[in-house]
């Protein structure tokens, strides 16, 4: 079986996931992070660098549970959306609450 070659946007994304997963891990260890989502240092390294832009689901859900980010966050950033706001909504007020319903759906 031949692999279809990644396009642009596809490795851009995966940059963009590589990027949101170095940045939530932060100060933790990669040896433990790695070993909570069951994938090698040597593969977060190569997801957070962008060296392997397309990790598969499993390891994505892996990720996503070692450092308690949310499955739809990774997925908003993978197709290029802007983040969530950071704040929560009781902390927008209601007027920003109430206008974001249905946000973001496509």
Do not use: N, Y
């Amino acid at each position: 079986m031949v692999r279809v070659p990644l396009t642009p946007e596809q490795i851009e994304a995966g940059r963009r996931l590589g990027a949101l997963f170095r940045e939530t891990r932060a100060g933790r260890d990669p040896a433990t992070v790695a070993h909570s989502a069951g994938i090698s240092p040597e593969t977060l390294r190569k997801i957070e660098m962008g060296r392997l832009p397309s990790p598969g689901f499993g390891t994505v859900v892996g990720l996503c549970a070692a450092l308690g980010l949310p499955l739809d966050t990774a997925a908003g950033v993978w197709l290029g959306a802007d983040p969530a706001p950071r704040t929560p909504p009781e902390a927008r007020g209601t007027a920003g609450a109430a206008g974001t319903a249905g946000a973001g759906v496509r």
